[in-house]
């Protein structure tokens, strides 16, 4: 069972955690609005930590999506990440304490 959200993207799709067994414990939240037919708004949050207090991935992802006369769409967002990467890709050379890679 995936504990982030999944994305379609290739680009924001790049670190996506996969679960561990490590007593992890995580949450979501997940809220889309639509103010007409033509502009919807949707904002997804999520935080996977350890027991003991460890993060081992943050998302915050936001998208902004206009339809234009059913002839177009402009999808638009921003996607931030804290990834560990010393727990997901096995990297025992990233210096303890900074283990975590923001992507923007």
């Known amino acids: 069972m995936p504990l982030n959200r999944q994305n379609t993207y290739r680009l924001t799709a790049r670190y996506s955690p996969a679960a561990q067994d490590i007593s992890e ?12 037919k033509s502009l919807s708004f949707g904002v997804n949050y999520s ?7 460890v993060r081992l991935f943050k998302e915050l992802y936001t998208e902004i999506i ?14 931030l990440v804290t990834y ?19 992507v923007r």
């Open 25 to 36: 414990m995580a949450y979501g939240l997940d809220i889309k609005y639509k103010f007409n």
């Open 47 to 53: 935080d996977i930590a350890t027991l003991e207090g």
């Open 66 to 79: 206009y339809k234009h006369k059913r002839k177009w769409q402009l999808t638009t967002g921003l996607q």
């Open 84 to 102: 560990n990467q010393e727990v997901y890709e096995m990297k025992a050379e990233v210096p303890s304490g900074k283990n975590c890679r923001t």
